[in-house]
């Protein structure tokens, strides 16, 4: 069964992915991280947008986890035991 998914700040996802060695390569419109990390050979670009003190909508914040659990070959339960 899984759990009730927390609301997550984008900071949060940017933490997370430097766990995962994400190193950030920029800003986008100054509100917006783009990170970057070389898997399986190949570029993983992910921009994650960080508004102070706002949450990410939730269907955004299943998204990117989504994404990174796929690249990673985790479950997004994984994922949020990371956090």
């Not at 069964?1 to 950030?24: A, D, F, N, T, W």
């Amino acid at each position: 069964m899984s759990r009730k998914r927390p609301q997550l700040r984008g900071e949060q996802i940017v933490r997370l992915l430097e766990r995962l060695g994400y190193h950030l390569v920029g800003k986008k419109g100054g509100s917006h991280r783009k990170l970057r990390k070389v898997i399986s050979g190949r570029e993983h670009n992910i921009t994650v947008p960080v508004h102070k003190g706002k949450t990410l909508h939730p269907d955004l914040r299943d998204e990117l986890l989504k994404e990174i659990a796929e690249r990673h070959g985790l479950t997004v339960e994984d994922l949020l035991d990371l956090m």
